[in-house]
């Protein structure tokens, strides 16, 4: 088990109801990590189109995750 | 070489005529400009206003990335972006992408990949306030479990 925060924003913030968690988790990857939380949020959908950045640095999916890291689940973006 | 920074999130007016004025380069034959505006429509739906959650430090972080590949790749002398921020009303400019170069011909292609690049690498969401009263995220119909 590590301890890891994680940070949802735009809709995912609405989905989820807030803003910035800490838990502890087995996973390994966003993935799994996002798999897992939908359990505690189930409004969340499909991850599809959306973006991941660990500690402030865009990411992959299956990127290891570390003790105590930042992770930041980003909606489909729709900038520009 | 002034010290403008080359991406920029603004919560207030994009200042245009600004970006011009720290564009200007006599080393330059070519200023290549794009401005997206925010559109009285979107998928049939009439829209009123919109509003921008950025996440800046990696809007910044990534937009800087793609200003420098489109250097790169299409030799350009200087590249700027400012997107905004917050509520927009209908006309308002939402982002500006400024590039400059010898040239016309790499100005425009270097000015059309960063744009192209912002609108799907940047943490960047939009928010529509429709007619009806109704607000939706952008590109999100498939982020809430249909069976909710």
Redo the contacts between chains.
């Keep these: 088990m590590k301890q890891v925060h994680v940070r949802w924003f735009a809709a995912y913030r609405d989905l989820t109801g807030v803003e910035s968690e800490t838990l502890d988790t087995e996973a390994t990857t966003p993935a799994a990590l996002f798999d897992e939380l939908k359990g505690r949020h189930p409004r969340l959908g499909a991850r599809h189109a959306a973006l991941v950045a660990i500690n402030d640095e865009m990411s992959d999916w299956s990127s290891p995750l570390n003790p105590g890291d930042t992770v930041l689940f980003f909606p489909p973006v729709s900038g520009g | 070489m002034n010290d403008t920074p080359l991406f920029q999130v603004s919560a207030t007016p994009i200042d245009i005529p600004a970006i011009r004025q720290a564009m200007l380069d006599t080393d330059c034959g070519a200023y290549a400009q794009f401005e ?1 505006w925010i559109r009285n429509k979107n998928d049939g739906r009439a829209v009123d206003r919109l509003e ?4 800046e ?3 910044v ?2 937009g800087l990335r793609i200003i420098e590949e489109a250097m790169q790749r299409f030799k350009l002398k200087r590249a700027m972006v400012v ?1 905004r921020s917050g509520l927009l009303e209908l006309g308002d400019s ?2 500006v992408v400024a590039a400059t170069s010898p040239h016309r011909d790499e100005a425009f292609k270097g000015c059309r990949y960063i ?1 192209d690049e ?10 529509e306030h429709y007619a009806s009263g109704e607000r939706e ?4 119909q ?5 069976r ?1």
């Design positions: 997206g921008y959650e950025v996440y430090p990696l809007a972080a990534e997107h939402a982002v744009i912002v609108k799907v690498r940047l943490p960047i969401w939009k928010k995220w952008v590109n999100c498939e982020c809430e479990n249909p909710n």
